[in-house]
């Protein structure tokens, strides 16, 4: 089983529309995680932290449950600029990131 | 906010060369520096742990004669690739830990990445 797991989409959505990702990770012990964005070939970019009580940042919405071990992220109102990769990103210790293999957004006219 | 540099972006090399990447960070120091590496359509995956003066841990897996990993400074890291061949074509992409006044931030910052092909 892969320590951090995504569904690969691609999710392909029209401007305006609301889309979640979820991601599930093994290890128990991770202590912080992350959503991290990826234009193509380009390094991966910190979007958000996911705190235990969620948290929001615009049209971004993170959620965790460590009881599930499962992350979520919600995007409202999808723009063509929010076209990426998506990585969910799970700090198991010592500042070691597993990544996500990521899903892939493509937001449409 | 804080920078990671990584040179080169883009190397291309023949086969059983060796080449050299370089991950600085340009407005802060790090201690701890993380080099991956990414195949095409799969995710980043950690190939070691660079620590400042010290040697680097290296990933279940990870050939350290192969992949020499240099942190002779609290801003820079280099990434050997010796003897390279066609299957260690791949995107590497540094990060680095970066810490203010002592306090450990939560964030890792990353280098812009290294997109080698071996010929």
């Known amino acids: 089983r892969k320590e951090v797991e995504q569904d690969p989409g691609p999710f392909n959505v029209p401007e305006g529309a609301t889309v979640a990702f979820n991601c599930t990770y093994s290890?128990?012990?991770?202590?912080?995680f992350f959503w991290y964005r990826q234009d193509c070939r380009k390094e991966p970019k910190l979007l958000m932290s996911v705190y235990s009580s969620g948290n929001e940042d615009g049209r971004f919405t993170a959620q965790l449950n460590r009881a599930s071990q499962y992350i979520s992220l919600l995007i409202r109102d999808s723009k063509l600029s929010d076209s990426a990769t998506y990585l969910c990103v799970v700090n198991t210790g010592f500042q070691k990131l597993v990544f996500g293999t990521g899903t892939r957004l493509l937001v449409s006219p | 906010g804080a920078v990671v540099s990584q040179h080169p972006s883009w190397v291309i090399c023949k086969s059983g060369t060796s080449v050299k990447i370089e991950c600085r960070s340009l407005?802060?120091?790090?201690?701890?520096m993380f080099w991956y590496r990414q195949f095409p359509k799969q995710s980043l995956m950690l190939m070691a742990t660079?620590?400042?003066?010290?040697?680097?841990?290296?990933e279940q897996g990870v050939e350290k004669d192969k992949f020499l990993i240099n942190h002779a400074s609290l801003t820079l890291s280099t990434l050997t690739v010796t003897s390279a061949h066609p299957e260690d074509s791949s995107f590497y992409i540094c990060s680095a830990k970066a810490s203010t006044s002592g306090k450990v931030t939560g964030e890792l910052f990353f280098g812009e990445g290294s997109r080698l092909t071996v010929l």
């Open positions: 290890n128990s012990a991770s202590q912080s």
């Open positions: 660079s620590n400042e003066g010290s040697k680097a841990t290296y």
């Open positions: 407005d802060f120091q790090a201690t701890t």
